[in-house]
């Protein structure tokens, strides 16, 4: 198993380094953005049976960088941990487009080496709102990637369930 691979360098497809390079923002840097993002090096994250992990190809930024940075006006991190989250770092980034380098056990939507685009929803699949049919992004139990969840797309993979990855177009 590969360790860690260099920026730019991808690893083989399917083959899942231990550990990532990642843009965080951790509570003692709070501040301005250029000062509070640095590139750290993580754990890539572990997939659950109903997850599937994208190889970062492009990523999106916004106004929640910007927040999650300033720690204000929430603090992300201690959000996160007060729901029973370990992590003490924040890795932004909601939207992105990769490829998929893992998937779950349970995973049928898609395979290893699609190309998909990620949109920043997540909420829970027993959620009530989101089991009758509704619009998901509406339920209570929704949070938004790379800002009410830990790892974002500022990082050289992230794990999401495969409602939030669609096939890219000709893919």
């Not at 991808?10 to 509570?27: F, N, T």
């Not at 959000?79 to 490829?99: I, N, T, V, W, Y």
């Not at 685009?117 to 959620?127: A, K, L, M, Q, T």
Request: aromatic fraction near 8%; hydrophobic fraction near 35%; include cysteine.
């Amino acid at each position: 198993m590969i360790d860690l691979c260099d920026l730019g360098e991808r690893p083989p497809l399917g083959e899942v380094p231990k550990r990532m390079h990642a843009y965080l923002v951790r509570q003692n840097r709070f501040g301005q953005p250029r000062d509070a993002w640095r590139r750290e090096i993580i754990p890539t994250p572990t997939l659950g049976p109903d997850e599937v992990l994208i190889y970062v190809m492009a990523s999106g930024i916004n106004y929640n960088n910007v927040w999650a940075a300033l720690g204000t006006p929430v603090d992300v991190i201690a959000e996160r941990q007060r729901a029973g989250e370990p992590e003490d770092f924040h890795a932004g980034g909601s939207d992105c487009s990769g490829l998929v380098w893992a998937v779950g056990r349970d995973v049928q939507s898609v395979r290893i080496g699609d190309e998909v685009i990620v949109h920043s929803g997540w909420w829970r699949p027993d959620d009530p709102w989101v089991r009758s049919g509704k619009d998901p992004m509406l339920a209570e139990s929704t949070r938004i990637w790379g800002t009410r969840r830990t790892t974002g797309a500022f990082a050289s993979s992230r794990a999401v369930r495969p409602t939030s990855a669609s096939r890219s177009p000709g893919a």
